[in-house]
């Protein structure tokens, strides 16, 4: 179905695998292209609850953009790049079921950004992560300054940002960046037994936290607002009604996620 990306769905859960691994999955045009069409799929498709981003291959996630394509590009055609890649992570960021970035090697300048554009990240114990942007002449353009901020602080990444500098996973989940540090043959279960959990969960309140937590983010929302609004709506669903009736009937809910 897919050129550059490998996707299987199980348990209600689509693994997207990024499979260029002679390049170290590096996101080229029809990366790109094929992973906004995949989150496309994890919008609109009932079938799945969840997903999960990795790369193809033991020693990279994703080792950015694909350097090859910025050859020549003028100023307008660099805009263009960084808002067509910054439109792709924010559909992943606002996606109304969780996307788990699983962090297998390699997590650079684009790579980095695509793993924090997820709504966590859990990260294998040789995982690298960098903005090394400032190498090549150039700054992150998919979201790096502006995410890598708001998760570790400023003080951190502006030293990433400016350095170059790689940071091991351990120092990434000292950071914050990452939930968690596993062995790399774990690192899939792990993300598949913690979606297993949300996956079980009132699926409208769910994608309720992501757009309330997202909210803060945002400086043309107003986070508190928005959650009473949200709470209020959580009211008028059907899953509502099922988990408080499954709570004082001591039985299981079953969510219609409506
Ligand atoms: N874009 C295009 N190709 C890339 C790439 C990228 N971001 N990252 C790696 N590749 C390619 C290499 O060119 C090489 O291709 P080749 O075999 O056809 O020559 C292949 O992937 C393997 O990479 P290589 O550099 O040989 O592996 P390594 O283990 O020696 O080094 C890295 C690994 C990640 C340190 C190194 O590849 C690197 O620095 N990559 C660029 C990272 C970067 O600057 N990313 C931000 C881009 S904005």
Redesign the pocket.
């Known amino acids: 179905m897919y050129n550059t990306l490998l996707t299987e769905l199980s348990n209600n859960i689509l693994v997207i695998t990024v499979n260029r691994p ?3 999955n ?3 045009k029809t990366v790109m292209e094929e992973l906004s069409a995949a989150i496309d799929e994890v919008y609109n498709n009932n079938e799945i609850k969840s997903a999960i981003i990795i790369g193809a291959g033991p ?2 996630f994703v ?8 050859v020549g590009l003028n100023a307008e055609q660099g805009k263009a790049l960084a808002k067509k890649g910054q439109n792709i992570f924010f559909k992943i960021e606002n996606a109304p079921k969780p996307i788990v970035a699983c962090v297998n090697g ?1 997590a ?4 980095c950004e695509l793993a924090m554009s997820c709504h966590f990240r859990i990260a294998s114990d040789n995982a ?1 992560f ?4 400032v ?2 002449g ?1 700054m ?1 353009g998919y979201g790096g300054t502006q995410r890598l901020t708001q998760l570790i602080g400023k003080g951190r990444a502006l030293e990433l940002l400016m350095s ?1 500098n ?1 940071i091991d996973a351990n120092t990434a989940l000292q950071y914050g960046l990452v939930n968690y540090v596993v062995a790399q043959d774990e690192l899939l279960n792990k993300a598949k037994s913690i979606l297993a959990v949300i996956n079980s969960k009132a699926p409208v309140a769910v994608a309720n936290c992501i757009k309330a937590a997202n909210a803060v983010f945002d400086e043309t929302k107003n986070g508190f607002e928005l959650e009473v609004e949200l709470f209020g709506k959580c009211f008028t669903t059907q899953d509502m009604k099922e988990g408080t009736s499954a709570f004082l009937e001591k039985r299981k809910p079953n969510f219609a996620g409506r």
Do not use: H, V
């Not at 080792?63 to 910025?70: T, V």
């Open positions: 002679d390049k170290l590096a996101l080229n020693k990279s080792a950015g953009a694909d350097i090859s394509e910025f390699f650079l300048g684009g790579g690298k960098g903005q090394p942007e190498n090549l150039i992150p170059g790689m």
